[in-house]
């Protein structure tokens, strides 16, 4: 069972260039979230989406966009990538309707920005 | 905003020894809920328990269980007979309106041996 899949797993970019981290997953779940983790910080939302087609800002969207055009994908795209974009990159998945209401993650992407 | 706050930036047990970790929160919904997430060094989030803010009854999960407390909005996580393979940074979260986690600072536990 894959579930929610990251890629890349790690990455070095230059201030100003750009990146598209790729998130899919095969779980058919409706929700899909993109969170970030500053070093010995928690988890912080940054974009989610409650369908294809449809996304919504959380609460720190400034320097990233999304997309959702199908269930399965999510990527998180940065333009002009910034030392302060340095982080780790945690996409997740939420089914929807009634359950557990567990989110499931990725193995996240470890980005560093120099 | 919600928030949720831990105010443990670390804690250290002994090998078989019981640790509370403790979590405050701060919601205006009547019905929520709460997680305790386990990061080991590898970062990948695990599960460690649930609590529905509807239910009295405390959640348990093998070793690990929590004391709800929905008055004061304090959800502390109860370790016990702690394992080595415990150690990780472990983080307490809300789910709040669509579906979206709200997560604390995270407390990082060592393991004494």
């Known amino acids: 069972n894959a579930g929610v899949t990251q890629t890349p797993k790690f990455r070095i970019l230059k201030i100003g260039q750009s990146m598209t981290l790729q998130c899919t997953q095969d779980m058919n779940h409706n929700y899909m979230y993109w969170y970030r983790q500053d070093p010995g910080m928690g988890l912080k939302l940054i974009y989610y989406s409650v369908g294809a087609g449809i996304t919504d800002k959380g609460e720190v969207p400034n320097g990233y966009n999304v997309s959702r055009s199908t269930t399965e994908d999510f990527p998180l795209r940065l333009e002009l990538a910034a030392p302060s974009q340095t982080s780790v990159y945690f996409c997740?998945?939420?089914?929807?309707?009634?359950?557990?209401?567990?989110?499931?993650f990725g193995a996240g992407t470890r980005l560093s920005v120099l | 905003a919600q928030t949720v706050t831990q105010s443990q930036p670390e804690m250290s047990v002994q090998e078989a020894e019981t640790v509370t970790l403790s979590c405050t929160y701060d919601?205006?919904?009547?019905?929520?809920?709460l997680f305790w997430y386990k990061q080991p060094p590898s970062r990948q989030m695990i599960l460690v328990i649930r609590?529905?803010?509807?239910?009295?009854q405390n959640a348990t999960e093998n070793r690990f269980s929590v004391n709800f407390q929905k008055a004061a909005k304090s959800f502390s996580l109860k370790i016990s007979d702690s394992q080595l393979g415990d150690a990780a940074m472990y983080f307490c979260a809300s789910f709040q309106g669509a579906q979206k986690l709200v997560f604390g600072q995270g407390t990082r536990l060592t393991i004494n041996p």
């Open positions: 997740a998945t939420y089914p929807g309707g009634v359950t557990k209401n567990i989110q499931y």
């Open positions: 919601t205006s919904e009547s019905d929520y809920y």
């Open positions: 609590q529905e803010a509807y239910k009295q």
